[in-house]
């Protein structure tokens, strides 16, 4: 159980294009999703966190106007680089927690990850 | 503000011998430690959880400790095989949030 399905995992796209993001949690109703980023040979940084329904929860020096993240349903949260540019190039991975699922108890689990190329 | 650091950055072994990996953090407030395996260019998978009321966790060839008097964790890996040739990160549940060490990327060489 608690399978986290992230898509697409390769992306590439020309600078100053917007890039979509999904994350769905398959087999449980995520309450809460996590959006982190990694930089190659670095820690995963958390960049948001997102309730269902609510706005985003955004960490310290992450711009929420380039980050756009929408969690409208309890399976479902998407992560949008707007106007993405070289710098953005990155990996990034989602992780969801919820109902019956409390990752305290159980730990986190995580999706596969996208690796973002912007050119 | 959770840091959590692990030590050593990389390590390479030859086939059999034994891992040992490290994992400190600042702050012994926590939930709960987990243990992860990050293939290149792959998402994470769960290897242990520990709870922050537990000493230490087994599966297989995996055994993990956990002093969180004095914000330690180590991974021991068994008679490594090549297959084991990744980057593992230990992460620390406390406030919430997850926070990260930047990982020990191992090789074993056959």
């Known amino acids: 159980g608690a399978v986290v399905s992230q898509h697409p995992s390769r992306v590439i796209c020309k600078s100053g294009t917007s890039v979509k993001i999904e994350c769905r949690s398959l087999?449980?109703?995520?309450?809460?999703m996590f959006w982190y980023r990694q930089f190659p040979k670095k820690s995963l940084m958390l960049m948001a966190t997102s309730n269902e329904g609510s706005k985003a929860t955004y960490e310290q020096g992450v711009e929420k106007d380039k980050f756009l993240i929408n969690h409208a349903s309890l399976t479902l949260s998407t992560l949008t680089v707007t106007s993405a540019h070289p710098e953005d190039s990155s990996f990034y991975i989602c992780?969801?927690?919820?109902?019956?699922?409390?990752?305290?108890?159980?730990?986190?689990?995580f999706g596969s990850g996208t690796r973002l190329t912007v050119v | 503000k959770q840091e959590v650091t692990q030590i050593p950055a990389a390590l390479s072994v030859p086939e059999g011998e034994n891992l040992v990996l490290n994992c400190s953090f600042t702050d012994s407030a926590i939930y709960n430690l987990q243990w992860f395996r990050q293939d290149p260019g792959k998402g994470l998978t769960s290897l242990l959880l520990?709870?922050?009321?537990?000493r230490e966790q087994t599966s297989g060839r995996l055994n993990a400790s956990l002093d969180k008097s004095s914000g330690r964790s180590t991974l021991y890996i068994a008679a490594s095989q090549p297959g084991d040739s990744a980057t593992y990160l230990c992460?620390?549940?406390?406030?919430?949030?997850?926070?990260f060490g930047a990982g020990t990327q191992v090789v074993v060489t056959p």
């Open positions: 992460a620390v549940a406390s406030w919430g949030k997850l926070q």
């Open positions: 087999d449980f109703q995520a309450t809460t």
């Open positions: 520990i709870q922050s009321s537990q």
């Open positions: 992780s969801a927690s919820g109902t019956g699922f409390n990752p305290d108890n159980y730990g986190y689990t």
